[in-house]
């Protein structure tokens, strides 16, 4: 293969492939891409706007797992810098971020979101009296 000529975005309106596996490409800085109607290999910064959509997918279930790893370390291992309610909230704070990135991920491979939302707890609402600024708020 000769040496990929650089580009700074994908022309999408030529139909294209990645030169290699879409999992080689995770950290990478670069993606090599091959148009198919001439053969010809481009490389490309590796931003979101040039990856494909199971890149995209694959990405965020990584920070989802992250996220979920993050909320039950904090779970079985409390910090002594943080009240038991801020880690509490943190921890669920984490855990709907987690849902977030799984959800998007869903959304480029697809996929029903409705099977990744009836998998999680319902999130219970804060009241007034937990929110701190609301009760600013309510002063003046």
């Known amino acids: 293969m000769d040496t990929p000529t650089f580009e700074a975005t994908?022309?999408?309106h030529?139909?294209?492939e990645l030169a290699e596996p879409a999992q080689?490409?995770?950290?990478a800085g670069?993606?090599?891409?091959?148009?198919?109607?001439t053969g010809e290999c481009?490389?490309?910064p590796n931003v979101w706007y040039?990856?494909?959509p199971e890149l995209r997918a694959e990405s965020y279930e990584?920070?989802?797992v992250v996220l979920?790893?993050?909320?039950a370390s904090m779970s079985k291992r409390p910090s002594n810098l943080m009240l038991p309610l801020e880690m509490q909230r943190l921890g669920e704070h984490y855990r709907q971020q987690a849902l977030a990135f799984r959800a998007q991920a869903a959304r480029f491979r697809g996929e029903s979101l409705r099977q990744i939302v009836d998998q999680q707890p319902v999130r219970q609402s804060r009241s007034k009296a937990d929110n701190p600024a609301a009760s600013l708020v309510a002063r003046r």
């Open 10 to 12: 994908l022309q999408r």
């Open 14 to 16: 030529r139909a294209h």
């Open 24 to 27: 080689a490409h995770l950290r």
């Open 30 to 37: 670069q993606l090599v891409y091959r148009y198919l109607d």
């Open 42 to 44: 481009v490389s490309v």
């Open 50 to 52: 040039n990856q494909p």
């Open 62 to 64: 990584v920070q989802a």
């Open 68 to 71: 979920e790893q993050l909320a």
